[in-house]
């Protein structure tokens, strides 16, 4: 009798349930489970992962069923250091912008599902002025644009419109250097058209990698089609975006599966495209509007600080971003684990910034301002960040990745930290704001490695506080 081909897993094919495999996702974390009894194995990887050339999602997996207190705080342990290596001390701070609540999908746990109730909206051109204007009295430079997915209502020449709007609108201190965009999977021919309006990164989560459950909670419109959405992009390296970020919605399949997954998905990236993604996102199901949260597995603080510090071990490179979702002092000990980029000041729904009466995507957990935010990362001895300078300065894809895998990045990101900092601190800060930038200032800029930098980047200071902006290196 002849038998059915099975499915091979291949991390090259263009196709998502060869690179995406399902067999040796279910195998492998088989195998993980008996592994992570073995504590000499598991401590070997942990070990493998301190020398900053991260692990394989055969080895991740494993991290993933490890209960031993001692061997998780040694994970955490190199999670911290891997983070210092890589990035410094420098948080990045950025804001989402939402710009259209259209959207034709029925993800079920999305407030902006299309059978939804509600009113929908799309900013015009003049509302999205107001929008950046109030993000940019706030101090922000780094924009991530989101959109639901409705062609008719929402089209890319809405988006691209949306874009170069940004870009041009400028107010007394304020400009927006970077937006990165997270809208549905699209056309080779959509990226292009987003890489000549210079997106920085361009963002979009699977949500889950595991087939049965991603068809159940996206039952219909084009967000359905999983094989799709799963190569979007490499549709969009294809296009020659560079910076490309994913993501898991954590709680909606076993986060084993999806963590192990979300690494062979980087392992994929590299492989066909020779760079990994840029950013991992690590959002966690909350309530929103019209979603039946008793449907799903919410995952606990514990499990999500687990994702983040094996995240951090496996694919040191990749910045880790995590939202307003979670409350700020939990907020805080994810970034000490790994995380290297964080929205502040955020507004979750269309409109949210000049105006608030349109519903919100999801409910937002932190709702300090960005200057409470830096203050209170910069009294946990971090550098808050506002630099978009890598983007602007075309270190994206195998360059930015070459610097970031040598451990060199924190040599440019520490200094424009301190720069951005400064200009932040002059154009946006009170008293107590100035005082705790200056002495995080004077300190820091002490550990510049390289001297000539150090140098330059005290003249950079001081002309900053003369009145100049937006040096960098
Ligand atoms: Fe639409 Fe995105 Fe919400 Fe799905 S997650 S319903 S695509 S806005
Ligand atoms: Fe990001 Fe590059 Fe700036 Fe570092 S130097 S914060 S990697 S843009």
Known sequence: MKMANAVKYDPKSALADEFM????????????????????YVESLIDKAAGYGGLSHREAAVLTYVEEPRLLEKIYAVARDIKSHIYGKRIVLFAPIYVSDYCVNECVYCGYHHS???????????ELRQEVDVLEKMGHKRLALEAG???QNCPIEYILECLDT??????ENGEIRRVNVNIAATTVENYRKLKEAGIGTYILFQETYHKETYLKVHPKGPKHNYEYHTTAHDRAMEAGIDDVGIGVLYGLYDWHYDLTASFMYAEH???????????????????????????????????????????????????????????????????SLGVSQTSAGSSTGVGGYADGTQRPQFEVADHRTPLEVTKSLMREGYIPSFCTACYRSGRTGDRFMSLAKAGQICNVCQPNALLTLKEYSVGYGDEEFRKMADAVIAREVENIPNEKIRVKTREYLQRIENGETDFRF
């Open 166 to 171: 940004i870009y041009k609108h400028s107010s």
């Open 116 to 126: 939804c109730d509600m009113k929908r909206k799309r900013l015009t051109m003049d």
């Open 21 to 40: 495999n399902d067999a040796e996702i279910v195998s492998v974390l088989e195998k993980a489970k008996e592994l992570a009894k073995d504590e000499a």
């Open 269 to 335: 990236l590299e492989a066909v495209h020779g760079v990994g993604p840029h950013t991992i996102s690590v959002p966690r199901i909350k309530p929103a509007n019209g979603v039946d949260l008793s449907l799903y597995r919410p995952i606990t603080d514990d499990e999500f600080k687990r994702i983040v510090a094996i995240t951090r071990l496996a694919v040191p490179y990749t910045g880790i971003i995590i939202s307003t979702r979670e409350d700020a002092g939990f907020r805080e000990e994810l970034i």
């Open 149 to 151: 997915e409705d062609p």
